[in-house]
């Protein structure tokens, strides 16, 4: 997911529209395109945190910030309750197909 976010929603506009579709199974199926939830009918709008601390207490796998011009990558150390999150690079170049 990182790295389609890095290469393919690389601008503060792109970001912004990825978001702004509400929750996501994928923001890249067979056609290139996100995979909202709301296309099924399912109400799930953007959620609105206050804070990183917020967002980051959801309890994903990993967790993604658009923040000055990039994507960072948090490590949620999901399955690791003795860790915090920490921020980890995101692998660059072509995805495989």
């Not at 959801?58 to 690791?80: L, P, S, T």
Request: net charge negative; glycine share 8%.
């Amino acid at each position: 997911m990182g790295r389609i976010l890095k290469t393919h929603y690389n601008s503060y506009e792109k970001a912004s529209a990825l978001i702004d579709g509400g929750d996501m199974s994928t923001c890249w199926d067979e056609d290139k395109q996100p995979e909202y939830y709301s296309a099924r009918g399912e109400d799930c709008p953007p959620r609105l945190d206050a804070n990183l601390e917020e967002y980051l207490s959801d309890g994903e796998e990993y967790a993604y910030i658009f923040r000055n011009g990039e994507w960072v990558c948090y490590n949620m150390n999901q399955f690791d309750d003795s860790k915090l999150p920490e921020i980890v690079e995101i692998p660059s170049g072509a995805l495989a197909v």
